[in-house]
């Protein structure tokens, strides 16, 4: 079955720096691939998600990037802001599916 | 706009006792899913309903039942609670499978002791 690797665990940047986050999953059959956005005692939202036939999708400071020859995507996050500190998950399934397999988390402390 | 609500939020049980998660959504969305939440794991998807009338194993399927009551609710039932299942639990809706968006709820945070 599909496995998403997340990497860092723990990413901590200067406010106004950017921030990035890895992923790779082993299914070459997954072609939708969202980013989750969890604040302390809440569940998580997503922030961006894009689908294999993008490479690349921008919303305001926040980017995705998608390899699919190397089954790497990435988070983008420019300018960070305190609000950014949080824990994001990035997510595999295969479109029209009903089973997404998150990555561990990367808990993101953006330091005023 | 409620969205995702689940009851309760925080819950200590012994081992061997039963217990049933609720959840609710008011967005009208056909599909619902319970995952769990363990440090270090992500999110792990236990079961789901693709619609009303339907449900399925995710990957942690095992000590837990489901029951889609109605559009609206989606319950999980321990029936026999063990200190494995000590976790975070999240009720989540979309419109659709695959490619909706999931709407999440604020989480159910259950210690078996």
């Known amino acids: 079955g599909e496995n998403v690797e997340q990497h860092p665990s723990t990413l901590s940047v200067q406010e106004g720096d950017s921030a990035v986050i890895k992923c790779t999953y082993s299914?070459?059959?997954?072609?939708?691939f969202p980013w989750y956005k969890q604040e302390l005692g809440k569940g998580p939202q997503l922030i961006i998600d894009?689908?294999?036939?993008?490479g690349e999708k921008k919303d305001q400071r926040i980017a995705v990037t998608l390899n699919k020859t190397a089954k790497h995507f990435s988070l983008h996050i420019t300018e960070t802001q305190p609000e950014d500190s949080a824990v994001y998950f990035c997510?595999?399934?295969?479109?029209?599916?009903?089973?997404?397999?998150f990555g561990a988390g990367t808990r993101l402390f953006v330091k005023a | 706009n409620a969205g995702v609500t689940q009851t309760p939020k925080f819950q200590v049980l012994k081992t061997g006792q039963s217990m049933t998660l609720q959840c609710a959504q008011d967005?009208?969305?056909?599909?619902m899913y319970w995952y769990r939440q363990d440090p270090g794991m992500g999110l792990r998807l236990i079961y789901y309903?693709?619609?009303?009338?339907?449900?399925d194993k995710g990957e942690v399927p095992n000590g837990y039942n489901v029951s889609r009551l109605n559009k609206r609710e989606f319950s999980l039932r321990l029936e026999s609670a063990a200190p494995s299942q000590t976790s975070v639990y999240f009720c989540?809706?979309?419109?659709?499978?695959?490619?909706?968006?999931?709407?999440f709820g604020a989480g159910t945070r259950l210690s078996v002791l």
């Open positions: 989540a809706s979309s419109e659709g499978g695959g490619w909706g968006i999931q709407y």
């Open positions: 299914d070459s059959a997954s072609n939708y």
């Open positions: 894009i689908r294999s036939n993008v």
């Open positions: 997510a595999a399934s295969m479109g029209g599916g009903f089973k997404t397999i």
């Open positions: 967005m009208n969305h056909n599909s």
């Open positions: 309903s693709a619609s009303e009338g339907t449900t």
